[in-house]
Structures are given as structure tokens and as C-alpha cells.
């Protein structure tokens, strides 16, 4: 998936959830997956509690957290 692509699967809007980023057309706050995540909790059990967030939705935030964290360029724009 392009990386553009990705973007488009959060939200970030002040009439939502106080423009905490969230999953696009939902009210589920991006942060919510790294929780779940953190806490031991796979993606299918992410999935099971928030039906609204596609598979594709979530892998995508992931993958963009990835590529932010994996991508030279985007590294040292914002660590160097």
C-alpha cells in the first residue's frame, strides 16, 4: 500500500474526540491499537472490540508506524 494510502486511514479533526488522532470514519483513537498491543493483546482481539476498525485500517496504522520508524529520510527529518 502506498504510503499516501496509509494516511488516509487516520483522522485527525477537532469536532472528534477533541482532535485526538483516530481511526478514519470511526471514534477510536489510534492509541487504542498500541494499548492493546502493549498489553499483550493481539490484533484479532483489537479487531473483535472495536468491529468499526477494518483489518486494513489497523494494519495500515501499523505499517505507517513502521515506515516512520524504519525510513532513513523520515528518521532524521524528525530525530537528527
Known amino acids: 500500500m502506498p504510503v499516501s494510502m496509509l ?5 485527525i479533526d477537532a469536532e472528534v474526540m477533541s482532535g485526538t488522532p483516530v ?6 483513537p ?9 498489553g499483550g493483546d ?3 482481539e483489537f479487531l473483535d472490540d ?4 477494518s ?10 508506524a513502521k515506515h516512520t520508524l524504519t525510513t532513513e529520510k523520515v528518521l532524521h527529518e524528525n530525530f537528527a
Open 55 to 64: 483489518k486494513q485500517a489497523a494494519v495500515a496504522v501499523l505499517e505507517m
Open 42 to 44: 493481539d490484533l484479532n
Open 7 to 11: 494516511y488516509q486511514q487516520v483522522s
Open 50 to 53: 472495536f468491529p468499526s476498525v
Open 23 to 28: 481511526f478514519a470514519g470511526t471514534r477510536v
Open 30 to 38: 489510534v492509541q487504542t491499537l498500541f494499548d492493546y498491543i502493549e
